[in-house]
C-alpha cells in the first residue's frame, strides 16, 4: 500500500466515519499498519468513528493526529469493561537488569543499561500505604520507579531501603517524542449494578511509553443516570517517564457509593485523569467546567508519582493518593471543590493559585497525613469550601499515632507562607479566625483525651515552623494556630513579618 504524504488514515482501513458503524476494528487495523511501517496517523476532520463494544484495542507506536474528528463510545453494553481502546505503547523490548539493593536516595547503581529507562523495582517482603478508615486495606507492596540513565545514574527519588529486590522491570525510554493531538470523545456512560466493592471501568486511552505527549484532546462524559460504575481515568498514564498533558478538556464523573472494605457505604473516587508510577508528570494548561459541582467526583487521582507539576490549569483537584516525591508544584492553576491533596515527600510548591477546598491543601488522613519536607505557598488566593459557610482550616492534617501506615508519618517540617487572601467573610457565629491547622491529633473535635506520647506506637511527628509574611483575611481577623490545644503550645514557631 502507498500513503499520501507519509499517513495512513482509517478510511484506508474500512472505517465509514458515520457514527452507527463500528469502526473499532479498522482503527486498529490502521494503527497496526503505521506501527509497523512508522508512520502518523491521520484523521478526517468531519467524521465520527464509533468504537463498538467489541474487547478491542488500537496499539499507537506513532504519532497520531485525531484533529476535529469525533468518536463516540457507548458504555450501556460492552463485551469487557476492563479493555482499553488505545494504548501508547512502546515498541523497544524490555532490559534485562539486575538490582540487588537499594538504599534510600541512592543517585547511582552499577547496573548500565543500553538506552535510559524507566526502571520500577519491588520488595514485596514489605507493604505501604497500609490505608485507614472505611477503605482500609493490608497496604501495597513496597516499590519505587525511576529513571536509570546509562551511566547508571538515577533521576526520580528513592523513597526506600531495598535490602532486596524481589521484582524489577526496566522499559527502554524511546528517544523521539511521540505525540497524540486533538480529538473529541465521548462517552455514554455505563449503567452497571453492583452493591459491594469497585470494579473500575477502562475504556479508556493508556499511556504505558515514556516521552508522550497528548495535546488538545477533549473528553466528554454524557448519559449517567442513578445506577452505575466508576471510571479508572479516560487517560491513563502507567509505568513510564516524562510525561505531558496539554490544553486538554475533562468532565468531572457522577458520585456513585458501594460498601467499602470496612462494611461502611462509601463514595466511589471515579476519574478523568489517572497516572501511577510516573516519574515526570506534567499537565499544562488543563481544564474541565464546573469545579465547584459537589455532585461530581474530582477529576484525577495518581500513585507512587515522581515529580509533578500542574501549570495554568482548571480542575476540580489534584490529589496524589499513594505518594509522590521529589517536587509537587502547582502553578497558576484554579483547583475546585475537592482541593489540593497530598502524601509523600520532597518539596510542596503552590503559587499564584486560585484554590476552593475545604483545606487550603490536605494531607489525606487515611494515609497518615504524612508530608516529609517543606511547604510552601505563594501569592495565592484561598476560597474556603467554594464560598460556602464555613470555619477555615488551611492545612489539613489528622493522625492520632495509633496506626501503622507501613511508614512513619510527618507534618510538613517548614511552611512558608508569602503572600496569600482567605476569603472567609461567610463564617458561622462566633468566629475568631482561621486555622492554619485543623486538629493534628484527633482530640478537639473527637472530644477524645489525648494519647500520652508513650501509648502513641506510630508517633505524628509535628511541623517546626510556620513562617508567616503579607496573609490578609475579608474577615480581618488574625489567623490563630488550631483548635487543638495541644498543638497551640507545642514548640511549633509562627514567625509573621
Given at each position: ?19 452507527v ?128 540513565r ?12 531495598y ?25 455514554f ?18 499511556i504505558?511509553?515514556?516521552?508522550t ?48 472494605s ?79 491533596n ?9 503559587e ?20 516529609e ?33 507501613g ?23 462566633g468566629?475568631?479566625?482561621m486555622?492554619?491547622?485543623?486538629d ?58
Open positions: 500500500m502507498t500513503f499520501k504524504d507519509s499517513f495512513v488514515t482509517y478510511e484506508d482501513f474500512g472505517a465509514i466515519g458515520d457514527g458503524t463500528d469502526d473499532l476494528p479498522a482503527v486498529c487495523a490502521a494503527h497496526e499498519y503505521a506501527n509497523g511501517h512508522e508512520l502518523r496517523v491521520r484523521t478526517k476532520p468531519d467524521a465520527t468513528y464509533h468504537l463498538g463494544r467489541r474487547a478491542l484495542t488500537a496499539i499507537i507506536a506513532t504519532d497520531t493526529d485525531w484533529n476535529t474528528s469525533r468518536f463516540t463510545i457507548d458504555d450501556t453494553q460492552v463485551e469487557d469493561h476492563k479493555t482499553p481502546l488505545f494504548e501508547v505503547r512502546s515498541l523497544l523490548a524490555p532490559e534485562e537488569l539486575q538490582i540487588e539493593r537499594l538504599t534510600r536516595d541512592q543517585k547511582q547503581v552499577t547496573a548500565r543499561p543500553e538506552r535510559d529507562c524507566h526502571v520500577l523495582v519491588e520488595n514485596d517482603n514489605k507493604s505501604r500505604y497500609i490505608r485507614r478508615g472505611l477503605n482500609q486495606n493490608q497496604g501495597a507492596p513496597q516499590h519505587d520507579c525511576f529513571i536509570l546509562r551511566d547508571g545514574a538515577v533521576e526520580g527519588a528513592i523513597d526506600w531501603n535490602d532486596s529486590v524481589t521484582r524489577i522491570e526496566a522499559r527502554p525510554i524511546d528517544e523521539k517524542p511521540l505525540v497524540l493531538r486533538d480529538g473529541v470523545f465521548t462517552t456512560a455505563n449503567r452497571m449494578k453492583q452493591e459491594v466493592g469497585y470494579n473500575y471501568w477502562s475504556r479508556n486511552i493508556v504505558t511509553r515514556s516521552n505527549e497528548v495535546a488538545g484532546l477533549t473528553h466528554y462524559v454524557v448519559g449517567e443516570t442513578g445506577v452505575g460504575y466508576p471510571y479508572a481515568g479516560f487517560i491513563s498514564v502507567r509505568q513510564c517517564a516524562n510525561i505531558t498533558l496539554r490544553d486538554c478538556f475533562a468532565t468531572g464523573h457522577k458520585i456513585y457509593s458501594t460498601i467499602g470496612a462494611g461502611q457505604p462509601v463514595n466511589m473516587g471515579s476519574y478523568d485523569y489517572n497516572a501511577n508510577n510516573v516519574v515526570n508528570f506534567r499537565m499544562i494548561n488543563c481544564r474541565m467546567n464546573h469545579i465547584c459541582d459537589r455532585t461530581r467526583w474530582g477529576v484525577i487521582g495518581s500513585n507512587f508519582c515522581k515529580n509533578i507539576l500542574l501549570e495554568d490549569c482548571t480542575l476540580s483537584r489534584m490529589d496524589t493518593h499513594m505518594g509522590v516525591s521529589g517536587t509537587y508544584t502547582i502553578r497558576r492553576c484554579n483547583l475546585g471543590h475537592m482541593g489540593l497530598a502524601i509523600g515527600r520532597g518539596l510542596l510548591t503552590v499564584g493559585s486560585t484554590l476552593y477546598g475545604n483545606a487550603l491543601v490536605n494531607f489525606r488522613s487515611d494515609y497518615g497525613s504524612t508530608w519536607g517543606d511547604l510552601i505557598i505563594r501569592n495565592c488566593r484561598w476560597i474556603p469550601a467554594c464560598g460556602d459557610t464555613t470555619w477555615p482550616h488551611m492545612i489539613g492534617v489528622w493522625n492520632d499515632g495509633r496506626h501503622d501506615f511508614y512513619p508519618c510527618f507534618m510538613p517540617r517548614e511552611i512558608s507562607i508569602d503572600g496569600l487572601f482567605v476569603d472567609d467573610k461567610n463564617h458561622p457565629e468566629y475568631q479566625g486555622y492554619l491547622f485543623t493534628p491529633d484527633n482530640t478537639h473535635t473527637s472530644n477524645e483525651a489525648i494519647t500520652p506520647a508513650a501509648e502513641q506506637s506510630f508517633p505524628y511527628a509535628k511541623c517546626q515552623k510556620v513562617q508567616v509574611r503579607g496573609l490578609s483575611t475579608a474577615s480581618g481577623k488574625r489567623p490563630l494556630v488550631s483548635p487543638n490545644a495541644e498543638i497551640q503550645q507545642s514548640t511549633i514557631v509562627v514567625e509573621e513579618t
